[in-house]
């Protein structure tokens, strides 16, 4: 159709974006990805970081958007197109991680792990996730869909306070937690001993640290981490990619089905029990990759008493909300808005409030913060917030998420309709001769409803 | 009431009341033997059909069958047993006793996928659409048996074949080398074209790319019935399709399905309206209190007392 008006291009590529089209969704990434990278960066030189601590600030902010984005797309796998209410997601990336250190971990560290490569270590635990995820969700996916979510809170407490058994602790090093994890791909990739902190570079390492160092950046373990950190970037592209594949299938559009009405599903022939397990192994395995590479690999140190308690699966969830469930460029998204803005970002509050030097009242309590409202004195409360911004920013985000709830319940992407399917349904292109034309016209009227 | 006829009935939508009738709690091989005499021309039977909620039976022993190419009204007054037959043969509950066969085969407690997988699909009362997905979405649902309904499949790019190979070697090839998404798409392109097909055919193919649940009640009845083709079904159980229907929409539908039934679909109807099964049904089977009261066509269907007894006598 070449002799299209620009009103009718102007309509296709509307469609197209309302379908999710690729290229559109890669963009709106990027565009919101080099934000981020822009506003760490101005945050950072504004505290007057030297160019270490700006790429250390930016470094960190990508590192947290790549691991969360990760979770909430195997959670979107599950509760966005399932349906399947998993509220253990914290405990299945508790798994990865163990499950890596222990399969890749140094055998003579303690506690032990088997010293395996760090590929198999990975697949490994992607694949123990994926099967603690059956055995979770076998009896339960069976039942109604609250009895899942019973199951799994369940299953993600018993898998933490398994971690913290101290019957376990050769294996999971019990409340000491472990550190006993494989060096990182990007050590490996610098370092001629990586296991070694104190090894001496190789030729590739020697290499792009001359490089940074003519930067001015002499912290070689920043390097270390930024370049953990692209890695991660590529896995969630893998993970986004094959997570759109399985979304824009027939698989995807039975799942879909599934979430909205099973036994209507089954009526027209779908073994609906099977496409539940099939795909809460696959997210569950994503999940376990997820915490294999955030506090394995990422971190490189797991503490059963502060890491993988439920309140991680609530930020998954948020971050999920946030984005748009069901619709994979919002989990991603959602991941970095809410690691980056809603997470990160008020650490650095208090900083920036500083530099201002308003002499903020500091009260130590609630109470001194809020009494000198009534004489119409609101610094100590603002002082109060800024001071205790820490905590403060889990009360902002509750109230974010009760908003959203209110107002957009579909997140930021949540309302495009991502159609299900590897074809694009509204074209019809086999239709011979004439007909294509008059249902071109026709469909483009249809897609642009929305 | 259950006819054993040995020879075929093709045409006839007529079921004799004689017969040699297997007695209730008849062996099961005798049960079986009986299925594999069905004649190929009768899809569906319900032999000696129970169901018990707790103490209540809700169907007693009911014996029917459906003819192929036919359009059988199944009625009965509220509480007759009508729906839980229908949930009895479409697999949502598992009878108490009793089987049901279809085409020769025993798919008694099957669950509602197998059920549908052997090309016997219903659709509901209520019609039941996914809302948030599109019209065309929920026609490419229900198609049986995709490539795609494979992760693997979904997942995988395919390898396709070599240029340099002949048409027949491709051939061989698609079939040993996986081919993965690249078949799927190519299904896909098909379906997609049939489920337009179907679309106009029930004239909503303007509603193709909106969310279900904007369509209205009557639109959504059409979808339902569009869906249902969409599975290639050998026969479709349709559930009260015209309750809450406009007059102008009841005929729309009806047509469709007598369009359909001349191509040589087979309909089970369970309607509580006696006229619209009177008027369009040739064979009618009336349930009272759990039991198939009559069975018949039309006009010996209202010229029979216990009927008339039956709707007077209970409610209306």
Redesign the interface.
Known sequence: MSDETPRERFSGLRARFSQGGGTTDASLLLVTMVALWALFAAVGMYLGYDTAGVLGTVQSMTFLVAVYALAVLALNLQWGYAGLFNIGVAGFMAVGAYAVGFLSGSPDATPAGLGLPLPIGIIGAMLIAAVVGLIAAFPALRLRADYLAIATVAMSEIIRTTALARPLAPITGAGQGTRNFPANPARTLYYENPADVTSAPNAVGEAVFGVFESFGVMRTNLVVDMTYTVLLLVVVGLVYWLSRRTGNSPFGRVLKAIREDELVAESLGKDTRMFKIKIFMLGCALMGLAGALWQGLGNGSVNPTTNFLPVLTFYIFIALIIGGSGSNTGSVLGGAVFAALLFLLPTYISNIVATFNLRLPRPNSVIDAFTPLLSADPLPLVGFVVANIDSMRFIIIGVLLVWLMQNRPDGLLGHRKEVASSVDLMRRDRTRGQTAATDGGRTQGGADDE | MSDTEEQPVETSGETGESGDAPEPGTADSAVEEAAKTTPRGVPLRIQNLRKEFGGITAVADASFQVEAGSLTGLIGPNGAGKSTTFNCI???HRPTSGKVFFQGEDITGL???QV??KGL??T?QIA???????V??NM???P????????F???VPGIPAPRFLDDSQRQRWERVVPQG?RA??RQ???L??R??ETLEFFEI???????AGSLSGGQRKLLEMA?VLM?DPEMVLLDEPLAGVNPTLEKKLLKRVHDLREEGLTFLLVEHDMDVIMNNCEHIIVMHQGTVLAEGEADDIRNDDRVIDAYLGETI
């Open positions: 479409a697999g949502v669950r509602p996928e549908a997988n699909v219903r509901f039941r659409e996914m809302e948030d997905m599109t065309l979405e490419m649902l229900a049986r048996g995709q490539v795609g309904e494979s992760l499949n979904s997942v998404r799927v798409t896909e392109e098909d997609r074209e489920a337009w193919d303007h509603l193709a790319g909106e969310y869906r599975t």
